[in-house]
C-alpha cells in the first residue's frame, strides 16, 4: 500500500496494459512479460467473475495516486507505473521501488507526459526508476544521493540528512552489514 488505496473513481475500463505488459509469477496464476495473457479477449478480461488473486489486488499507479492526471492511465499515456518488488536486488534501491515503464510507440517523452509524472512521483522516500524497455535509470534518489548512500562514504553537509533518511529506510536491502551514516 506504498502508493496509497485505489482512487474513487479511476477504473480500468479497458485499459489492459498490465495484462501484457507485466511478469506475473504467483502460486495461482503466472505468465511471462509482454506477452498477452491466456485470459485476454477483445473485450477485456475473459474470467473477470474469478481472475487470480494477483489479477483481483494489482492495480497500476495511476489507480492509487491521487496527483497523477487522467491522462497518465497506461493505455491513454504509453506509461505504466507500478510498485517493484525484488527478492534480490542488485543494490537497495532495487528492493522495494516505483518502475516507471515507457510502452512501444509511447510520445510520453517528447510530449512532457514523462517528465511531469516523474516529478509528482520522486517527491517522496521511495526510489523511482524508469525503463524505456533496453535500459533501466534510476531517476529518484538523485545521482550524488545515491552514489552516497550506496558507497557509505560521508555525506557534505547539505546533503547530509537526505542520505541519512534513504540509509535508514533502506538499509534492510543492505548487502548485510549495517548501513553507514554521514
Partial sequence: MLLGPLVPD???GDCTVCCTVLTVNSPDF???????????????CGIHAVRPTICRTWFCAWRRVAELPDAARPDRSGLLVSMNFVD?????????????RLLPGSDAIRSGLAARLL???????????F???????????????????????PAPGHLAEEVAAWRERYAVFADGSPPATG
Fill in 10 to 12: 479511476r477504473v480500468c
Fill in 131 to 153: 525503463s524505456d524497455g533496453a535500459e533501466k535509470m534510476l531517476m529518484h534518489p538523485p545521482a550524488d544521493v545515491a552514489q552516497l548512500v550506496l558507497s557509505g562514504e
Fill in 119 to 129: 516529478d509528482t512521483l520522486c517527491a517522496q522516500l521511495v526510489p523511482v526508476w
Fill in 30 to 44: 503466472a505468465k511471462p512479460g509482454g506477452v498477452p495473457c491466456q485470459h485476454l479477449t477483445e473485450r477485456g
Fill in 88 to 100: 534480490r536486488p542488485a543494490n537497495l534501491f532495487e528492493g522495494v521501488s516505483i518502475l516507471v
